[in-house]
Nanobody, 115 residues
C-alpha cells in the first residue's frame, strides 16, 4: 500500500518560515518524481514545487526564491522549505509522487500564515 504522509504545517506569522516533510512508503522512492501542491478555499489546487527523480527542481515564477524543494532518497522523504511566508501562502499543502504510469497523493497538511 502506497502512503504519503505530510507533516510540518501549522500557524506561522508573516515573514516566518516552515519546513514541510513528506514521508513515502510502498514505492521505490528514487524512481518517482515528487512535488508539492497547495489548495486554499475556493481555489484550484496549484503547483508549488517539483523535484524529479534525477533531482532537477522546478518552481512557478511567483514562488521561486522563497520556496525550496529537496529530497532524501535514503529516507524516502521530500521536503519543502518555505521562507518569507505571506498570508496568501495559507493553504493545505499536498505531497504528490508520480511516474509515467502511477500517481499518488498525500492527505495534506494545513499551513496558516497570520499575525
Amino acid at each position: 500500500q502506497v502512503q504519503l504522509v505530510e507533516s510540518g504545517g501549522g500557524l506561522v506569522q508573516p515573514g516566518g518560515s516552515l519546513r514541510l516533510s513528506c514521508v513515502v512508503s510502498g514505492i521505490i522512492f528514487p524512481r518517482f518524481n515528487m512535488g508539492w501542491y497547495r489548495q486554499s478555499p475556493g481555489n484550484q489546487r496549484e503547483l508549488v514545487a517539483t523535484v524529479s527523480r534525477t533531482n532537477i527542481t522546478d518552481y512557478p515564477p511567483s514562488l521561486k526564491g522563497r520556496f525550496a524543494i529537496s529530497r532524501d532518497n535514503g529516507k524516502n522523504t521530500v521536503y519543502l522549505q518555505m521562507n518569507s511566508l505571506e498570508p496568501e501562502d495559507t493553504a493545505v499543502y499536498y505531497c504528490r509522487s508520480w511516474s509515467f504510469d502511477e500517481n499518488y497523493w498525500g492527505r495534506g497538511t494545513q499551513v496558516t500564515v497570520s499575525s
